[in-house]
């Protein structure tokens, strides 16, 4: 019987040690802003009951859910029902549980469920895994990473402040040029109800969510397919083409004089403008009012967030928003919260491919012994210990290998600095130092090689 021809699962991949470092770093970065604002972390169970995650992400959402199938003889249970049209009343006969779509829906029900233990306002970070059966493409994976960083128990618009604050922190930090697109739910709420279309409203957000990918045209025609007139299709169209400037809203306004719920969104959007303006707060990335900006996932009732890379076309980087009563389906009526997600394995991408994670991170080990024997490992051991113990990354070759062997290693896993201990070297109780990168070589004592890797 031949091999099987390992392989994985379309839409995921494996992390080699180099990707990892670098991922890692990512990571770090994004947590350690995450931190400086008071959030805290959770973690949740890679899969959820199905109960929990169905409903929650739209008509296309659901059907992006990966189920996992009951355990036992589940097909004797349903055969009654195989010959059901609707695939989905038989898929949730079959299966009870399904990974997770995303990390916001298992935070509503976390801080429901863990009600009695959270004090409110709760901030929460969360960087775990997430599963959409999506069709792979690039910068589009079945398995992904997502950071979420969320704000529950507080309608106050700071929250929405802190939210930009922090994307722009933690792109900063990345050395990367993004646009951070901005908009309000209520506003496309109002847009809806201005122009005779509220029972349509879903319909419309989740076609305008199309508009950066299959262009205004296609965005027209899906609406008109999904049965909004002709006239107030015009109309949509209409607002949405208005370049505005975000200190001049009088068309916006004018537009929706009729609608209560939209101007309050206009509102909104003017106090967040207006706390960057006033107190010299305004983020370094470019932020942008954007009326084309919907976010297809129902959930939202406010502001809506997204993020895009001005170098490198890949869809966005990081999005969110905020949602009033996403805890209401789990009982908890009337809590408001606001998040965003950054998707680590796109920024990872964009990285990638500008080339500006910084070289040092890759190199994990700073100091390795060359191996010439029992007798010179037995005296670098100690001395390895020292270095570890001082915070200095240190191995040593595991055998008295060809020194072209050892040497190759430490080029290959950029190891900086490759200190020589032979019989010579003991006697006289000093260290070979080669810097790898300038070649140079130098003899030291241990003291020296101490304080020259400390600083």
């Not at 770090?28 to 109960?51: A, C, H, Q, W």
């Not at 049965?227 to 169209?237: L, P």
């Not at 020194?403 to 003991?426: D, R, S």
Request: proline content about 3%; hydrophobic content about 40%; charged content about 25%.
């Amino acid at each position: 019987m031949a091999a099987q021809k390992p392989s994985v699962p379309k839409g995921t991949r494996d992390f080699s040690p180099v990707e990892m470092v670098k991922r890692n770093f990512i990571f770090d970065t994004i947590k350690d802003v995450f931190k400086r604002y008071g959030y805290l972390p959770i973690e949740t169970p890679s899969m959820e009951n199905l109960s929990t995650l169905m409903g929650k992400y739209g008509e296309e959402g659901d059907k992006l859910l990966f189920k996992i199938l009951n355990s036992g003889d589940y097909l004797s249970k349903v055969k009654s029902n195989l010959t059901e049209v609707e695939s989905s009343k038989l898929a949730l006969e079959i299966a009870e549980k399904g990974l997770r779509y995303d990390l916001t829906v298992p935070f509503a029900r976390f801080v429901v469920q863990h009600l009695s233990e959270i004090t409110f306002p709760f901030k929460r970070y969360q960087i775990q895994p997430v599963w959409r059966a999506d069709r792979p493409q690039k910068g589009r994976y079945r398995e992904f990473y997502q950071c979420d960083v969320d704000v529950i128990g507080s309608n106050s618009l700071l929250n929405e402040v802190e939210l930009i604050q922090i994307i722009d922190q933690i792109f900063q930090k990345l050395n990367l040029e993004v646009v951070i697109k901005f908009n309000n739910r209520k506003i496309l709420y109002g847009i809806a109800e201005v122009v005779g279309e509220l029972d349509k409203f879903i319909d419309i957000t989740v076609a305008i969510d199309k508009l950066e990918k299959i262009g205004m045209d296609k965005v027209v025609e899906e609406l008109i397919s999904r049965g909004v007139s002709i006239e107030a299709t015009n109309k949509i169209r209409s607002i949405l083409e208005i370049d505005i400037n975000i200190f001049k809203y009088t068309a916006l306004e004018d537009f929706l004089a009729g609608s209560e719920i939209g101007m309050k969104g206009v509102k909104e959007v003017k106090t967040i403008f207006n706390y960057f303006n006033q107190s010299d707060l305004y983020p370094k990335c470019k932020l942008i009012l954007d009326l084309t900006l919907a976010r297809g996932l129902n959930y939202y009732t406010g502001a809506i967030f997204e993020v895009q890379s001005k170098d490198v076309k890949i869809g966005s980087l990081c999005g969110g928003g905020r949602y009033d009563d996403l805890t209401g389906v789990f009982g908890l009526k009337d809590v408001s919260g606001v998040g965003i997600s950054f998707g680590a394995d796109r920024i990872y991408d964009v990285m990638e491919q500008l080339n500006i994670f910084p070289k040092e991170i890759v190199a994990s080990t700073k100091v390795m012994f060359v191996n010439f024997g029992e007798n010179e490992e037995k005296y670098c051991l100690p001395l390895l210990q020292k270095l570890r113990e001082n915070g200095i990354n240190s191995e040593i070759f595991p055998e008295s290998a060809k020194m072209k062997k050892q040497m190759t290693y430490a080029n290959n896993k950029n190891i900086p600095f490759v200190i020589l201990v032979g019989a010579n070297e003991m006697e006289k109780g000093v260290l070979t130092v080669k810097d790898m990168i300038s070649g140079d070589q130098s003899e030291m004592k241990f003291e020296e090689l101490l304080n020259k890797l400390s600083i």
